[in-house]
């Protein structure tokens, strides 16, 4: 196997507002181009998953985090010959500016509140319709599919938090 061809770490980082919401964008100019995302990138050498979502998240989105916890991981091939293992992160909002930014608008044009329990829906509806052969409306990136299909008690996970 050549090194192009070993899987990378991705961190996707949940943001939530303890009342359900979390902050999600649709990607443009990578993979995936087109799926709506959760804030994230790359785990560079030496960090911790912690230090990937908060560095990511400033990046992206101009917000500080804090009280990031490990949730689960997803084992992604997507289409485009590319393999990730997604390391998925919950977060909050620590600094005092509360609205994401799209700080990078080559990668995200804009970034917006979403309710957990819709994105849910759309990851459910997708994994349907990829199995049905069909198309949906709202398009989500491949490790949030693969959230809903591998953890199914997750559909609640930030209900109180």
């Not at 999600?24 to 230090?51: K, N, V, W």
């Not at 997803?74 to 010959?81: I, K, L, M």
Request: aromatic residues 10%; proline residues 4%; charged residues 25%.
């Amino acid at each position: 196997m050549s090194e192009a061809e070993r899987p990378k770490v991705g961190v996707g980082v949940v943001i939530h507002d303890g009342a359900g919401n979390i902050i999600m964008g649709e990607r443009a100019g990578s993979h995936g181009a087109g799926t709506f995302q959760c804030p994230g990138g790359h785990l560079e050498y030496g960090e911790s998953f912690a230090e990937t979502a908060v560095r990511e998240t400033l990046e992206e989105t101009g917000l500080e985090i804090g009280n990031v916890k490990f949730l689960v991981a997803t084992n992604d091939v997507f289409g485009e010959g590319k393999h990730y293992v997604t390391i998925f992160v919950t977060a909050e909002i620590i600094g005092e500016n509360k609205v994401a930014v799209a700080m990078e608008p080559h990668k995200c044009a804009k970034w917006e509140w979403i309710p957990w329990s819709q994105m849910w829906t759309w990851a459910g509806e997708q994994s349907k319709a990829e199995k049905a052969g069909t198309d949906v409306k709202k398009q989500m990136f491949l490790p949030l599919v693969n959230l809903w299909r591998e953890y199914p008690e997750l559909e609640n996970a930030l209900l109180g938090r």
